[in-house]
């Protein structure tokens, strides 16, 4: 069992770029592959990266890519999303998810951190 919790959301304009990180607390946190997910006002919750536990494989969604990139580092039970060229569609909740696989099924889930980007 691992619990998740994200940091390093915030404000930001257009074009600008954050790191997000999120700190799993558990014996077993290089085990897992690790996911972000988003979720923006309104809309459902939807896919942005996945990674894999050793972080030789990693899967983005089509409106992250070459803007986006996911990283871990297992000595500090961390994963990492760099964010740039942000849009303000990039606006929501961000959460951190573990699974079995960088495929999922995602069995354990942060309570998120706020992005919001400005125009």
């Known amino acids: 069992q691992v619990q998740l919790v994200e940091s390093g959301g915030g404000l930001v304009q257009a074009g600008g770029s954050l790191r997000l990180s999120c700190v799993g607390v558990?014996?077993?946190?290089?085990?897992?592959?690790m996911a972000w997910f988003r979720q923006a006002p309104a809309k459902e919750r939807e896919f942005v990266a996945s990674?894999?536990?050793?972080?030789?494989?990693?899967n983005y969604a089509d409106s992250v890519k070459g803007r986006f990139t996911i990283s871990r580092d297992n000595a500090k039970s961390t994963v990492y999303l760099q964010m740039d060229s942000l849009k303000p569609e990039d606006t929501g909740v961000y959460y951190c998810a573990a699974g079995g696989s960088a495929l999922g099924p995602w069995n354990y889930w942060g309570k998120g951190t706020l992005v919001t980007v400005s125009s």
């Open positions: 558990g014996r077993t946190f290089s085990t897992y592959g």
């Open positions: 990674i894999r536990w050793n972080g030789r494989s990693t």
